[in-house]
């Protein structure tokens, strides 16, 4: 007991002091401005099963809270067969999505749990749905599942998370933003959407734009194609215009950001609209 007690305060300390592998995609912001978009958008009864299966974890009572549930537990070695669910690569010399290149059948699947066929996140998002669909599931295993696809579906519109495989999806991409030394990735998980402010303040001025008339031709089109390997595609064809304009300094700052914001806002509402299209589908009628 004592040294459990003593192995997890190391664990602590080492996340705080070392941090831990970051491909978190959006970071703890972005996912929940993805879960909250989703909500607005969520039919009366797909809410109502939505609330039915978060009632049952106090830890994640809202569909916000509930989007970062993934990235949580990476930190959890019980788990560890997960993290090739959060992302895909697809080769820099094509453009379309092929399942027996891009999303390896699984290998490393514990027996007590409940994995997908593939290890990439269109795989993981399909299989999640299936489970939170299918009569035989139990409430566990389909709160798990919804906590599953809230998160893949934010990452999975994080371009980064349909990158290259030889640079690790902008890992290996070492920049400096805004004076502080850290990779391409983080730029996009996390430290542009801090630099736009609180993740609520984000939401509520991304469903208001949402809101508006002029939105609804966009809106519809985009929840209009529920596949998620046309999603990574799509996300991959944004990759180039990440890496365009990065000096060779690996400087960037206030350009880059007001550069790219709106890519980021647009990835954030197509996301939380498509993650609603597919649970309004899957458990709203
Ligand atoms: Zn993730």
Redesign the pocket.
Known sequence: MRRYACLKVLGIFAIVFFGYES????GAAG?RIVGDIAWQHLTPTARKEVSRLLGTDTNYPTLADACVW??DV?RDSSYRWANR???LNIPESESAYAADRDCKPKTNCPSDAKCPPRDCVVSAINYYLEVLKNPESTTQDKCIALKFVG??V??IHQPL?AGYAHDRGGNDVRVEFNHNVTNLHKVWDSMMIREMGGWTGIAASLNLELKATTTTERLKAWSSDLDPANWAVESNALVPQLYKNIPKSGQIGEEYQNEHTPIIRAQLQKAGIRLAGVLNRTLGV
């Open positions: 491909a978190d995609a959006w996912h993934a990235d990476r669910l959060h992302y998160h893949f934010g990452d998370h």
